[in-house]
Antibody, heavy 122, light 113 residues
Framework: QVQLVESGGGVVQPGRSLRLSCAAS????????IHWVRQAPGKGLEWVAM????????YYADSVKGRFTISRDNSKNTLYLQMNNLRPEDTAVYYC???????????????WGRGTLVTVSS | DIVMTQSPDSLAVSLGERATLNCKSSQSVLYASNNKNYLAWYQQKPGQPPKLLIYWASTRESGVPDRFSGGGSGTDFTLTISSLQAEDAAVYYC?????????FGQGTRLEIK
């Protein structure tokens, strides 16, 4: 069925790195832009990063720019988020979420994964 | 950045009654060239990811019950649930996708009275 499944979360010390993955199935992955959106415990939603359908264009929130890198492997139907120099304020559930339209990105989300929890703590 | 402010923070409504949730953007999200409001609404239940309800401010996502409707233009928007059902208890978020970074409101918690 059509789904996104995140993995790679866990507990990590401040300053360390972690890589998240998001496996897509049930749709033509390389037709859609994909985003990471996070939600701190008990808090609201914060957009983190976006990669275009072909991987050529990447965008980041100021809060993660220079520390996080979004990428995708269309041959594996998988999205990644490399997170370096993690901070306690990065603690959140990280969701991957899909653009609704083919190739053209409108930056709202018609499909979400269930999320993976990242906890940054010493 | 465009700041999205939702009101109220929480709301308790009786079953079968109407619920109205508000969302205000710090600047217009109406794109003049296509006359579309770049505004979406999501529903989030505990332990679940958000679910898209409304996009372009008033277009209902496929499969969303017609008791959900979106309205407004420019900077002021509403999500209306015409006859509240028990399963509608959730947190609702508005989101602007007019400009980067996209931003969400802080959420409105809707409870059943």
């Amino acid at each position: 069925q059509v789904q996104l499944v995140e993995s790679g979360g866990g507990v990590v010390q401040p300053g360390r790195s972690l890589r998240l993955s998001c496996a897509a199935s049930g749709f033509t992955f390389n037709n859609y832009g994909i985003h990471w959106v996070r939600q701190a415990p008990g808090k609201g939603l914060e957009w983190v990063a976006m990669v275009s359908y072909d991987g050529d264009n990447k965008y980041y929130a100021d809060s993660v720019k220079g520390r996080f890198t979004i990428s995708r492997d269309n041959s594996k139907n998988t999205l990644y988020l490399q997170m370096n120099n993690l901070r306690p304020e990065d603690t959140a559930v990280y969701y991957c979420a899909k653009d609704p339209t083919v190739t053209t990105s409108f930056w709202y989300f018609d499909l979400w994964g269930r999320g993976t929890l990242v906890t940054v703590s010493s | 950045d465009i700041v999205m402010t939702q009101s109220p923070d929480s709301l308790a409504v009786s079953l079968g009654e109407r619920a109205t949730l508000n969302c205000k953007s710090s600047q217009s999200v109406l794109y003049a060239s296509n006359n579309k409001n770049y505004l979406a609404w999501y529903q989030q239940k505990p332990g679940q990811p958000p679910k898209l309800l409304i996009y372009w401010a008033s277009t209902r996502e496929s499969g969303v019950p017609d008791r959900f409707s979106g309205g407004g233009s420019g900077t002021d928007f509403t999500l209306t649930i015409s006859s509240l059902q028990a399963e509608d208890a959730a947190v609702y978020y508005c989101q602007q996708y007019y400009s980067s970074p996209i931003t969400f409101g802080q959420g409105t918690r809707l409870e059943i009275k």
